[in-house]
Structures are given as C-alpha cells and as structure tokens.
C-alpha cells in the first residue's frame, strides 16, 4: 500500500473556534491574586494592560468555545493548516517501531506557531480602537509575529527584544523592522524597570521577565497603547488550539490517534495548543493519552519549579500568578532555545502537573541538538533550538518503543523553523556549545525568594 507522508485539511475544515480547556477542568486553575488588594483578580483589572476581549477569555472557566473571528480566520488561511507529517525518516534512522507524527508550525510567514495568537491579539486591540502595541521578544519569535499581524490589521508595534537575543540572532530583528516595528533590546534606559535593573546589574544580558517588564510599563504609560504577550497566559493557549483541532482531524485522515503527545515548554503555548484539544477527550471519555511537556535543564521550572504565587516579570508589574516557577528572579543561562527562557509556567498547565494530568521532562542543550541534527538530516527540515526540545523528547519515547517493542503512535508539534538560528547551529557543530548544570542551591534561591515575598 502507498504510504502517505503528508496531511493538509481543506479552507473549510480550519477550526472556527478555540478551545477553552479551563471549562472542562475538574480542578480549575487558582486565580490570578492583584498584588495590591490580594483580592482574586476581575477581567477589569486586566483592562489597562490588555485588550478587553482578551482580559475575558483570560479568566474565563465556564465557556468552552470561542468563535474565531472571520478576520482572524481570513488572516489563518494564508498559512493553515499546517501539515500533520507522519516522519518516516525520522522513525527510520531510530529503528523504531513507533509511528511518528509531527505537526508543522514552521510553515507560518514567520516561522512558528506564534502568528496563531498574533493575529487573534491584533485584531481584538484594533477592534477596540488601539493604534499602538508593545511586547518583549526572546529569540524574536513572538516579536516577528506581533510585528506581522500589527501591520496586517495597520498598529504600530514597539518591540522589547532580550539583549542576548537582539545580538546573537540579528535577523529576527530585521524582520521585525521589515514588517515596520520599532525594535528596542532589553534591559534598556528607556524605561524605569530598565534602568533600576542595569544599575543593580551593569552586564544583565536580559530575560524574558526583565523585557516584560519593560513593555508594560511603556503600555501603561503611552495613550492608546496596550501590552501584548506571546506565552504563558490562558488565553494565548486559546488561540493556540488551532493546531490540535487541526492535528485531531489529521490524525483521523492518517487513521490513527496519538498515545503519546509531546511539546517543548516555554510558558506553554504551543504545548497547551496541540495537547488541549486530545485531553477534552482525556477529560470527557476518560481517553488515555500521555502529554508531556519537553523544557530545557537550565530553565526546568515544570520538573524542578514549585507551585507557588509568583509575578510573571521581573519587576513584578503583572498579577501574582498560581504556577509553577523557579521565581521571578531566576536568571536563566544563555541557552540559544531562547524562547523558552521564562521563570514559570502558564497556570493552566500548571494545576495540570499538579493534577498529574501531564509529564514534564527537561532536556540538556547538547542533547537538543544532537535531536535536531538527526531529524534535519532524517525529514530535511531544521528545526528551531526550542523545537529540539520536543524532538529529543519524541526520540526518547520512540526508543523506549524500541525496547519495550511497542509501536505506539507519537506525535509531536513542530513549533518552529531554525533557519534564523544557524549560529547556534554554527556553535553546536564546532563543538562550542555546552550544557548548563544548575545546583539545588541556585535553584532554592530564587524559589526561597518568592516564598518570602
Ligand atoms: C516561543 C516559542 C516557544 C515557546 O513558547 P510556548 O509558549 O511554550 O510555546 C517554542 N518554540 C518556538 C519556535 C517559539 O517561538
């Protein structure tokens, strides 16, 4: 029989609706606290930061479906679906009995899966009348797409850009300045939050949190202006659940169901995005399915994080979160997975761990890219250096598979392309990358900071 290789869905059959996960929970996540009054937070609290709309679908735990704008939906047929690519080359070169899958973000005009929430954050700020938009970036990854869907629906987008990143990866830049927006590194002098932490920390090479900070301040300070986030909220998971409605379909054409759904971790997005819409099925038919979420060791907040209160920045700008963290202060090594650089983890993901309803395993650098060599070399695609986390994690499984003789069905999100990260693959191929061992007491530091708190 012919084997098939490659899964697309029709224009018609793109979802035209997000998945909310949080309604079908039976534990639903704590809520937000407001580090002033410690009372529960309101949508309202939100609105001076984000857009309304948003700051619903944020705190929303009884509405499972959200209907997907028809400008969104419009904007999503330039690129969706993407594939669903059963990887015999991959299950080839590991001898493995289990079948892989992967599901291609790479294919958006930016290169990941971040324009899912780009576009769907875009649209509600025009909607509401904004003009201007800000948002930190690590790899630049969330800042190509922000900058892409604001020029799409005419904002203007002010970037933050983690200085690490701004430097090793200079194209992200240019693309971000190609599509129009104006890209600052972060920690900068511009804002308060910047220059406190440059005096504190002369050399501070940046981080999601210190960048995040930057950004909201900026929002809160300029008219017309609101703050956007490409990870670790509720509701840039809902828009990111595109891509396991699509993969649920897909799957279906390729006549199988996953028994194992793998992802790497940032905040969660992308995780969240492929594997909520398999777990409605977990939750509601009892459908035994593993999800495991794949971080980098030097940033390990799923496996080695507690579940405590925490601010989502640095500076502590934003709402306490119920999560998992290694604490707001955690200054993670300079792995090249930048985008997954970030002290804790989505809320909806965390009370999930916590409910043991998903894994975690973290992932040392050189492994990840030993995983995304052998995949470049066995699909002929290179992936991201998050995305290497995901790889190296389906590997892991499908050679248990091998042991155990088992052929399970695996499937991972491919969330992006590395094609603007060849440096970290320059380094990796000369032998200049290492991995980044990270003590308990490092770890208890930080963590021991929040509790104080
Ligand atoms: C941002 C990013 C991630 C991590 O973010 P999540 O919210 O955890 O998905 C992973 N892969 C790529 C390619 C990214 O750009």
């Known amino acids: 029989m012919e084997k098939k290789k490659r899964f697309i869905l029709p224009e018609e059959e793109i979802p035209t609706q997000w998945y909310n996960i949080q309604a079908d929970m039976v534990n639903k996540p ?15 609290d939100l609105y001076p930061i984000f857009a309304e709309e948003l700051c619903k679908q944020e705190l929303d735990q009884t509405n499972p479906w959200y209907d997907i704008p028809e400008e969104v939906r419009e904007q999503y047929k330039c690129y969706r679906s993407t594939p669903l690519v059963r990887a015999y080359g991959l299950e080839k070169a590991l001898d493995t009995p289990a079948h892989i899958y992967f599901k291609n973000e790479s294919v958006s005009p930016v290169g990941s899966h971040k324009l899912n929430s780009a576009l769907a954050q875009a649209y509600y700020c025009k909607k509401q009348g904004v003009t201007n938009v800000t948002t930190e970036t690590g790899a630049g990854q969330w800042g190509a797409a922000l900058a892409y869907a604001a020029n799409v629906f005419g904002l203007n987008a002010a970037v933050y850009q ?205 492994e990840s890219f030993d995983a995304g060599c052998l995949f470049a070399r066995a699909e002929g695609i290179i992936p991201a250096p998050e995305s290497c986390h995901a790889i190296a994690a389906a590997i892991k499984e499908a050679q248990r598979c091998k042991e155990a003789g088992e052929g399970k069905v695996i499937l991972f999100n491919l969330s992006g392309h590395g094609l603007i990260d060849m440096t970290a693959y320059d380094q990796y191929l000369a032998g200049d990358l290492t991995n980044f061992e990270l003590s308990e007491e490092e770890i208890r530091k930080t963590i021991d900071e929040v509790k104080a708190l």
């Open 162 to 366: 983690v200085k690490i990143s701004y430097e090793q990866k200079p194209y992200r830049r240019s693309i971000m300045q190609t599509f129009g927006a104006q890209v600052t590194p972060s920690p900068s002098m511009s804002t308060r939050a910047g220059k406190d932490i440059l005096t504190k920390y002369p050399n501070h090479q940046g981080s999601l949190g210190t960048a995040i900070s930057e950004a909201i301040e900026l929002a809160m300070s300029t008219p017309n202006c609101k703050y956007t986030l490409g990870s670790v909220l509720s509701h840039v998971t809902l828009h990111q659940t595109v891509i396991g409605q699509e993969a649920e379909k897909q799957m279906a054409m390729a006549g199988e169901y996953p028994d194992i759904i793998i992802a790497c971790f940032g905040g969660g997005s992308n995780f969240g995005g492929i594997a909520f819409p398999f777990m409605r099925h977990t939750l509601k038919e009892g459908r035994k399915t593993r999800y495991i979420a794949a971080e980098p060791a030097s940033c390990p907040k799923l496996t080695k994080g507690e579940f405590l209160y925490d601010f989502g920045d640095e500076t502590g700008y934003t709402p306490l979160l119920p999560m998992y963290t290694l604490g707001h202060n955690f200054r993670p090594a300079n792995i090249h997975a930048g985008g997954l650089r970030y002290h804790g983890a989505g809320v909806i993901v965390s009370q999930l761990l916590k409910d043991k309803m998903i894994e975690a395993v973290d992932i040392q650098q050189l």
């Open 30 to 44: 704590l809520l937000p606290i407001h580090p002033a009054t410690k009372q529960p937070l309101k949508p309202e």
